[in-house]
């Protein structure tokens, strides 16, 4: 009898012991993807000081729009089969090889889409302030240079070896830091210059990736298969556009309608809110890869209010804590960001609200729902083109501007919430 009585128990113990494990392995994943944010953090930090202060306010405003352009054009490469090379490393990873010499195939017929769609951008935005030459060299970087290095990371991640992507997210980093540091020391400091320095930083980066980070896979062609996943893979492209334009397109707008000095005080503005992210897009990684196993993860209330209002908080707090140190030391971070240090802390809502947005269209990527995503973020695309343009049109005073982005940015974010989750009651999308 006694012994009928130990066997529950044990049971109890051992369920007990499963999740405590499983736990375990989670938040050691965790802490391995955090760390790779954490050494991506400080040596996005140090690159940021050494640009902003070598370059005028003016030149580091035309290289931050035209590299904004590079990320947001940089998702053309390929057509989006990035997507599938993804999914393939999180579930399928014995067919890593076929799927990247895919990867290789499509993103060489897509080179000529990728240089008309540049160049158009150039005509409509960067036609009558940066040189067409320096314009081609930073989409050059961020285009056929960085992506690729994000490839590498995004395989390494959906194999869960969380621990060598953020060896290579800190390397890569560190390389484009030590770009900086170099052309801090050079004889000439315009943005010319220093787009070939990019280059190099950049070339160094795809290097590293690829001798020692991918996965070494034999290369075999299966276009049916290809074929199979094109059209999510489109609709994954134009998503991954159409995110990047209603995330950039500030910056966009703002070196056309407030010209290049404008743009670097925004700029530097807007690269400090960018560090807030890098945290939050490690959560939100690993929050991906778990609902493509179990769609259903975010089905309860709690769940969704909690994560939403964690992401916010983390992100508000770390913009507060950098307001802060602005206020009583202007010049921590050099005397070129001093001049929009006092701006910093009006900003104050941005970071958790910008960040929502993107979290919120990882959601429906998690799940499948590639179209739903592509339409949404064109949907929200408009409306910041439309309220920053109203914005940058009435208001002249630079604070009054930086301090209704908190507005513009929360009518983004509830409209995106409104079409995000009521997207996700519909079912999730095989994959």
């Known amino acids: 009898m006694s012994e009928a009585r130990g066997i529950p128990q044990r049971r109890t113990f051992a369920r007990i012991g499963t999740f ?5 392995g989670l938040v050691r994943d965790y802490f391995s993807a955090i760390s790779g944010a954490g050494g991506r953090l400080v040596f996005s930090l140090a690159y940021f000081i050494a640009l902003a202060n070598t370059l005028s306010i003016a030149e580091f405003g035309m290289f931050a729009t035209a590299s904004a352009a590079g990320v947001m054009l940089s998702r053309i490469l390929a057509f989006g089969f990035i997507s599938a090379l993804y999914r393939t490393a999180t579930i399928r990873p014995n067919l890593i090889g076929t799927f990247t010499a895919g990867f290789l195939l499509l993103g060489v017929v897509s080179l000529p889409f990728l240089a ?3 160049y158009a951008v150039y005509l409509i935005f960067f036609a009558s302030t940066v040189p067409l030459p320096v314009f081609a060299a930073i989409v050059f970087a961020e285009a056929l240079l960085w992506r690729p290095v994000e490839v590498a990371l995004i395989v390494n991640n959906g194999l869960g070896k969380f621990g060598r992507a953020a060896l290579l997210a800190i390397l890569a980093t560190a390389l484009r830091a030590v770009g900086a540091g170099l052309f801090m020391f050079s004889a000439q400091h315009s943005v010319a210059v220093w787009s070939w320095y990019y280059i190099g930083a950049n070339a160094a980066s795809l290097l590293l990736a690829f001798g020692w980070f991918y996965p070494r896979q034999r290369l075999r062609l299966r276009t049916e298969l290809y074929l199979r996943r094109l059209a999510d893979s489109l609709y994954v492209a134009g998503a991954e556009v159409l995110f990047y334009l209603q995330m950039e397109f500030d910056k966009l707008l703002v070196l056309a309608i407030g010209g290049p000095h404008l743009a670097g005080i925004y700029a530097i503005i807007m690269r ?3 560090l807030t992210a890098i945290p939050i897009r490690a959560f939100s990684m690993m929050l991906v890869q778990r609902m493509m196993r179990a769609p259903e993860l975010l089905s309860r209330l709690a769940v969704k209010t909690g994560i939403e209002g964690g992401v916010f908080a983390v992100s508000t707090l770390a913009l507060m804590t950098l307001g802060v140190v602005l206020h009583f030391f202007p010049n921590a971070l050099g005397k070129n960001v001093s001049e929009a240090a006092p701006l910093v802390a009006l900003a104050i809502c941005v970071p958790g609200l910008r960040n929502l947005v993107e979290y919120q269209a990882e959601l429906l990527f998690a799940r499948g729902q590639t179209l739903v995503r592509a339409l949404n973020l064109g949907l929200l695309a408009g409306l910041k083109a439309l309220l920053l343009t109203y914005v ?8 009054t501007l930086v301090l209704s982005l908190n507005i513009v940015f929360l009518l ?3 409209a995106s919430m409104l079409l995000t989750y009521s997207a996700l009651r519909r079912p999730a999308k095989a994959i």
Request: net charge negative.
């Open 116 to 118: 008309a769609a540049s």
């Open 20 to 24: 405590v494990v499983e736990r375990r």
């Open 272 to 274: 400090l809110v960018d």
């Open 392 to 399: 940058l049109t009435t208001i002249s005073d630079t604070s």
């Open 412 to 414: 983004l974010y509830l």
